[in-house]
């Protein structure tokens, strides 16, 4: 689910969370976070529900690839993530 994964890392930087921050309110390993972020890992769907609330949004807000505007500027943020 790369496009999960999109979201999930982009909410993340937005938030200013680490991946390790997440990974421990969530209950998972860093490494996990990471993989489903690629897109090596699709996640269960508990592990999905448990990141979403952490990051204050909802599953759908992630699989929309949607981001809470009161969180920063959307282009800054893609231009710094793509290069």
């Not at 699989?63 to 290069?83: A, F, Y």
């Amino acid at each position: 689910m790369r496009n999960t994964g999109n979201g999930i890392r982009r909410t993340r930087c937005k938030l200013g969370i680490t991946q390790e921050t997440l990974s421990k309110k969530v209950g998972v390993g860093r490494s996990l976070i990471s993989k489903i972020e690629t897109g090596e890992s699709d996640g269960s769907l508990q592990t999905l529900k448990k990141i979403a609330t952490a990051l204050g949004v909802t599953i759908n807000d992630l699989l929309d690839d949607k981001i809470p505007k009161e969180h920063g500027d959307q282009r800054k943020l893609d231009k710094k993530l793509v290069g």
